[in-house]
């Protein structure tokens, strides 16, 4: 990440000054800096609500039980979470919402998954195999309807808009899929590099 | 099916919540006080995030702005019009990993000058509805619990948004082509 940070702002005023266009860029640090401000003003309250909502969730026993009854399937993608892991009932929250297409509350469950995972995680400045996994399955975007997208294709005059529903759908499930299978693969070879580093 | 969809879409915040409370009533959960505690940390976290979001946003408003996309994108055009690509959705590809909000307005540059019945528009609106922002998404859940080292996770983001890429224009050619 300190590369990824550094060659973003390296390379945009190396190129921004050939294309002429320092100006912009120098305009972008303040933009870009009022932007991330203006999405976390607009994520507290819709943040507050639903982890407000989801701690009582939480204390009913709800998450225990949701986690239980997914338990079959966790146990394989995320066998590094104890048994019983609370994660995974937010886990299974945060794929819902999102396939819904509420955004809003998706990040919230999100982020109380990477809370629970982080608990178990040895090294806490370091993402886990799990989360690794959750962010793969999150940034392939699973979503049964792609409402945005429809909105602005009703918009424009678009005739058949529901046309395209199908497709994305296919898209996105193929993409989802290959984040899963990569994150494993990922898990898998880290796990051998490991067992070889202590082996002398 | 749509329709159902929608439904389901609409109600499926109104059921969490009342399922939960309900739950919260039953089992004899202080639900108001213990709605506030949570809602106390959603504030912490969403602040949390902030330096992470600060840092990716601001290193991506900067790369946009210096017009490194469209070199890329020049550079890349070439190697589409070989494949049957319409190179109008080039930009798309390339900012969607990097930005929501520059998404949607490169997506919404195709769609207007294309047209609405194009095949750019429609390739360009699979490609936008099939993935997400990959960056944004990693700064604020590994920021909201202090993770700096991110291992693979980059790497997996990036690549399931190519394979999207190639899944779209390869599921558009075969339906709309």
């Given at each position: 990440?300190?590369?990824?940070?550094?060659?973003?702002?390296?390379?945009?005023?190396?190129?921004?000054?050939?294309?002429?266009?320092?100006?912009?860029?120098?305009?972008?640090?303040?933009?870009?800096?009022?932007?991330?401000?203006?999405?976390?003003?607009?994520?507290?309250?819709?943040?507050?609500?639903?982890?407000?909502?989801?701690?009582?969730?939480?204390?009913?026993?709800?998450?225990?039980?949701?986690?239980?009854?997914?338990?079959?399937?966790?146990?394989?993608?995320f066998n590094e979470l104890p048994f019983d892991s609370p994660a995974v009932g937010d886990i299974a929250m945060n794929f819902t919402a999102n396939a819904f297409g509420l955004a809003n509350a998706?990040?919230?469950?999100?982020?109380?998954?990477?809370?629970?995972?982080?608990?178990?995680?040895?090294?806490?400045?370091?993402?886990?195999?799990?989360?690794?996994?959750?962010?793969?399955?999150?940034?392939?975007?699973?979503?049964?309807?792609?409402?945005?997208?429809?909105?602005?294709?009703?918009?424009?005059?678009?005739?058949?808009?529901?046309?395209?529903?199908?497709?994305?759908?296919?898209?996105?499930?193929?993409?989802?899929?290959?984040?899963?299978?990569?994150?494993?693969?990922?898990?898998?070879?880290?796990?051998?590099?490991?067992?070889?580093?202590?082996?002398? | 099916?749509?329709?159902?969809?929608?439904?389901?879409?609409?109600?499926?915040?109104?059921?969490?919540?009342?399922?939960?409370?309900?739950?919260?009533?039953?089992?004899?959960?202080?639900?108001?006080?213990?709605?506030?505690?949570?809602?106390?940390?959603?504030?912490?976290?969403?602040?949390?995030?902030?330096?992470?979001?600060?840092?990716?946003?601001?290193?991506?408003?900067?790369?946009?702005a210096s017009g490194a996309i469209e070199m890329f994108a020049q550079f890349l055009a070439p190697i589409l019009t070989k494949f049957n690509i319409p190179s109008d959705t080039l930009p798309l590809m390339i900012v969607r990993s990097l930005s929501g909000s520059g998404a949607m307005g490169v997506f919404s540059d195709i769609a207007n000058a294309a047209g609405p019945d194009a095949y750019s528009?429609?390739?360009?609106?699979?490609?936008?509805?099939?993935?997400?922002?990959?960056?944004?998404?990693?700064?604020?859940?590994?920021?909201?619990?202090?993770?700096?080292?991110?291992?693979?996770?980059?790497?997996?983001?990036?690549?399931?948004?190519?394979?999207?890429?190639?899944?779209?224009?390869?599921?558009?050619?075969?339906?709309?082509?």
């Amino acid at each position: 990440m300190n590369y990824i940070f550094y060659f973003l702002v390296v390379f945009s005023i190396i190129i921004g000054a050939i294309n002429g266009r320092l100006q912009d860029v120098i305009n972008a640090v303040m933009s870009g800096a009022e932007l991330s401000v203006k999405i976390v003003i607009s994520l507290i309250g819709i943040m507050a609500f639903w982890l407000g909502i989801m701690r009582v969730a939480e204390k009913s026993g709800l998450i225990k039980f949701i986690s239980r009854l997914l338990r079959p399937i966790t146990k394989v993608l995320f066998n590094e979470l104890p048994f019983d892991s609370p994660a995974v009932g937010d886990i299974a929250m945060n794929f819902t919402a999102n396939a819904f297409g509420l955004a809003n509350a998706a990040t919230p469950f999100g982020v109380r998954a990477m809370e629970e995972m982080q608990a178990v995680n040895d090294k806490k400045d370091t993402a886990s195999n799990s989360m690794c996994l959750f962010l793969g399955m999150n940034t392939a975007g699973f979503q049964l309807i792609p409402t945005t997208v429809l909105a602005v294709l009703v918009a424009i005059g678009y005739k058949n808009p529901t046309e395209i529903i199908a497709p994305t759908l296919l898209v996105t499930l193929i993409a989802f899929v290959s984040a899963v299978l990569m994150a494993k693969l990922a898990q898998y070879l880290a796990g051998r590099s490991k067992v070889n580093d202590k082996t002398p | 099916m749509t329709k159902l969809l929608n439904l389901i879409s609409l109600w499926a915040l109104p059921v969490i919540l009342l399922t939960v409370l309900t739950c919260g009533i039953v089992k004899k959960v202080p639900v108001y006080e213990e709605f506030t505690q949570g809602a106390k940390r959603g504030v912490k976290v969403s602040f949390k995030i902030l330096p992470y979001l600060i840092a990716i946003i601001v290193g991506i408003s900067m790369l946009r702005a210096s017009g490194a996309i469209e070199m890329f994108a020049q550079f890349l055009a070439p190697i589409l019009t070989k494949f049957n690509i319409p190179s109008d959705t080039l930009p798309l590809m390339i900012v969607r990993s990097l930005s929501g909000s520059g998404a949607m307005g490169v997506f919404s540059d195709i769609a207007n000058a294309a047209g609405p019945d194009a095949y750019s528009t429609k390739l360009a609106a699979v490609m936008l509805g099939s993935s997400e922002t990959t960056f944004y998404v990693l700064a604020v859940y590994f920021g909201a619990v202090g993770i700096k080292k991110f291992r693979y996770a980059l790497v997996i983001g990036l690549l399931a948004d190519f394979i999207g890429i190639v899944a779209a224009i390869s599921v558009c050619n075969l339906m709309f082509a």
